[in-house]
């Protein structure tokens, strides 16, 4: 168990699954996820998701719980890449309830800090897209910084959207960020 100032990250349970369900089912959480995850989920989906998620070696998922243990989302590391030391970061937090306290910012630096001193890792890597400014705020609080964009990269809701590409360094984060 990993704690930040807000939040503690677990392992998943599969009790969890159904919250997981309903959270990627939900068009207000889902339609700031990538395009694999929005289509509609079932439970048979993420238990199969669940089943497999330690069968390759280069993801970690955790989950989200605030320091009193309420599951409020999802986190992981995917594609570690133990040659060039790097990651790519996702994160959801499915209780609306839960977004815009500071909770993502503190999920995000307990996951860096775990990817950085535990893993030694060197580079962490995201994608979000531009119509989310909640996330890309949480993100430069944590350190992050844009790499770069893939212009009109996501067609969603009738419309073709940027997708910035943020990173942040080891040395950055051991800078403070
Ligand atoms: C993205 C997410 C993890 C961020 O977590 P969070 O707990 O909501 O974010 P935080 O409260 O830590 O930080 C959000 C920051 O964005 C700011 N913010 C919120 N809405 C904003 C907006 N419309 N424009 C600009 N800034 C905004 C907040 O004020 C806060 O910054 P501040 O602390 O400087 O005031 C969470 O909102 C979430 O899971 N959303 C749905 C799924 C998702 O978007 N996942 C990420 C896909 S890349």
């Known amino acids: ?11 998943v349970q599969r009790e969890y699954l159904p919250k997981y369900v309903e959270w990627l089912n939900d068009w ?15 439970l048979e989906d993420e238990t199969a998701w669940f089943e497999n998620r330690n069968k390759s ?9 605030t ?3 309420k599951l409020i989302g999802n986190c992981g590391l995917h594609r570690v890449d133990l040659k060039n030391r790097s990651a790519v970061f996702g994160i959801f937090i499915g209780d609306k309830e839960y977004w815009g306290k500071g ?5 995000t630096r307990t996951l860096l800090r775990f990817a950085f001193a535990e893993l030694g890792l060197n580079r962490i890597e995201l994608e979000v897209y531009a119509f989310n400014p909640r996330a ?6 944590a350190g992050f910084r ?12 009738g419309k073709f ?17």
Do not use: S
């Open 146 to 157: 844009r790499d770069g964009v893939h212009r009109q990269g996501l067609y969603r809701e």
């Open 67 to 69: 320091l009193e243990g």
């Open 28 to 42: 207000e959480v889902a339609r700031f996820l990538n395009p694999g995850v929005a289509a509609p989920f079932n």
């Open 1 to 11: 168990m990993f704690r930040g100032e807000k939040i503690q990250l677990g392992a």
């Open 136 to 141: 890309i705020r949480a993100y430069e609080k």
């Open 57 to 65: 070696k280069d993801n970690y998922v955790f989950a989200i719980l």
């Open 103 to 107: 909770y993502g910012t503190d999920a």
């Open 161 to 177: 959207h940027d997708e910035y590409i943020m990173c942040i360094l080891r040395e950055e984060w051991q800078a403070g960020g």
